[in-house]
């Protein structure tokens, strides 16, 4: 409880320097994260932070120290260098985007692997730190890089709303951008610089390995949650910011463990309980409104059964027989448990009363029925009269939208093919 | 001495990976192979933790089964959760790889055996520690690459037996459906032999730069070959000379042996892209002079 205080309160000065310097990193990439997924590119973050390692160790020896300058600016170099080679590679040969990602990533590595240890077997002074970028320390982070990332972030932002517009019409649909004359490879420009910048700034905190996951995670999380692109980037950064600030202080709570290890696994559970808890798209809720299609399905056919049983007696207007559930089962083959559960749902709904076992339509069972036998024939005719359809193809299409057609459509079928009442033809 | 094994062990630390990568690059998996070598991570750190020792039987069950765990929910995410392709690689490698490199921060505290520099690039440098050596003298070579040549048994068994489903696999899944094959079984048995070339390579070249061996050599290979049979070659070729260059490189300059592998590696692939795109255009030049003094002459 005492390093929780401890930590709220910025008792350490370091601690204050970490959660902003969190908040910056993580809504930078949170946000260009966001477009990266839209536009199917996620893994080319994979690449750009890999690539980082040997930029900086570059800087670092053209510096001959640990310059932030000379170390940021070899960062952004053989960052955007990764970028252009894997759109080159897949340009130019017939390698594939994803084994493209994997040869630049796994080669700028080695690359920088070897630079590092290149540093580290030559003597330099001061090079204790470079460690830290390939596993991340939020602890390291000071007040210069601190001014940096914020000026990072405001960047990030600024260019956002400056071109917003751009930004999606090339993101969800880049040949439409270039028909109505955007300039698309300055904007496509724009935004890899923007990535590349997000992941330098976000390096110092989370790992070259561990960094692609700032930008993949926080927008495939929050695109559970929402269908609208501002929303979903407001999302994405409460997300990511939320993690980095309790992944910062877990790392400060055990001193010596790392950063990013605990940010990704935050953001990961955060993924977690979206996936299966999200209203709109999450696992659980799909599989409840599967649960109640189904359902309404079964019973609306029950339905459309026993009006079909009278039919075929020609008592269609009366609909006032009492029948077993193997008298349905003759008109339609139903699976007998799951007729019998949806029997018994539709007399709690009160559209059918029961008689010793047999079965019968009250006055809404009756009305529904025809609702239901309607509408598959409505829709059976106007496949037949307006499109080229035979009779032999109708039946199924209305099979399955009878179950969702609206009182609207039903209105603009009857009004379309002047019908009224239920038509006799069935297909 | 100890060059001489290093270069043999990392030869078919390359032979294994690049045979499993030709396949996983006509799957368009590369990025597969990428986060299963990350993923192995935790289960080799919780194997090496109950087990104490690096190369037990234990230990490659556990980290192999974790690799084929990254492979299903990579699946999962992707098919049931709907999530691109792309981000459920991207999630999946680095919650595994959080959660080993979280394991390892707060078990492994001052091991020596297990520490984040050996899951970047391995030590190959030390293999020689770790010998096998009979009736106290009679030395047979480091125990890194006695684990390497029966991973090398268990590959190329399983791809020769298996030639066929694996093709079929990786150049026409619907058609292999069609057929009545199990691509399911077939997709599962690469993903395991991946998972297994990654965890035995860990020891000698470290996690992530195993990658490196895994989609480069085949995919230089591709852009040289047209049949499947070619580009296998190509790629233990392509391998083994970028092991061999590699470390002289490596020695010359006293820097990281399997970094350096790798980035020769990548400097093969780029110079051979590079060729190809000069020999095409020159190829294409000369095509259109010839049709030009066709078409001259004919006008003549």
Known sequence: MQTFIDFISFKDPNVFYVVIGMICINSSSALIGSFAYLRKRSLIGDAVAHSLLPGICLGFIMAGEKNMIYLFFGAFFTGWLSTYLVDYIVNKSKIKQDAAIGIVLSSFFALGIVLLTFIQNGGYSDQGGLNHFLFGQAAAINKDELILFAVILAVIVGSIILFYRSFIIVSFNSDYAKSIGLPVRSIEFLMTSLTVLAIAAGIQALGVVLMSALIVTPAAAARFWSHKLKRMLFIAVVFSVFSGLLGAYISYANSNTPTGPWVVMILSIITLISFVGSTKRGILARYLKARKNKSKILLENILKAIYHYHERQNLENDLNLVLASAEILKVRRFDTTELQKGLNQLIRRGFIGRENNNYFLTEEGMTESKRIVRLHRLWEQYLLKRTSMDIFHVHSGAEAIEHILSPEIEKELEKELGIVGIPKEDF | ?300
């Open chain 2, 1 to 300: 001495m100890s060059d001489f094994w290093i270069i043999l062990t990392a030869s078919i630390v390359a032979i294994n990976a690049g045979l499993l990568g030709c396949f996983l690059l006509l799957r368009k998996m590369a990025m597969v192979g990428d986060a299963i070598s990350h993923a192995v991570l935790p289960g080799i750190v919780v194997a090496y933790y109950f087990s104490g020792d690096k190369t037990s039987g234990l230990l490659l069950l556990g980290a192999t089964l974790t690799g084929v765990l990254a492979a299903f929910l990579i699946d999962f995410l992707s098919r049931k959760a709907k999530i691109q392709g792309d981000a459920s690689i991207g999630i999946t490698y680095t919650l595994l790889f959080a959660v080993g490199m979280i394991m390892i921060s707060s078990w492994m505290q001052g091991n020596v055996d297990i520490d984040m520099e050996c899951v970047l690039y391995g030590d190959i440098a030390t293999i020689h520690m770790d010998k096998i050596i009979v009736d106290d003298n009679l030395y047979l070579g480091p125990r890194a690459f006695y684990v390497e040549i029966i991973a090398f048994a268990i590959i190329g068994l399983s791809l020769f037996f298996g030639f066929k489903g694996f093709k079929l696999l990786a150049f026409n899944i619907d058609y292999a459906r069609s057929l009545g094959i199990n691509t399911g079984k077939w997709h599962y048995a690469l993903m395991t032999l991946v998972s297994l070339t990654t965890v035995v390579a860990f020891e000698v070249v470290g996690a992530v730069l195993v990658v490196g061996f895994l989609i480069i050599p085949p995919a230089t290979a591709q852009l040289v070959s047209t049949k499947l049979r070619e580009m296998l070659l190509f790629t233990c070729l392509f391998g083994i000379s970028a092991v061999i260059s590699g470390y002289y490189l490596a020695v010359w300059l006293n820097v990281s042996i399997t970094g350096s592998m790798v980035m020769v590696s990548g400097i093969i692939f780029f110079a051979v892209l590079i060729f190809q795109r000069i020999r095409n255009s020159s190829k294409q030049k000369i095509e259109f002079t010839e049709e030009l003094t066709q078409y001259d002459q004919a006008n003549k």
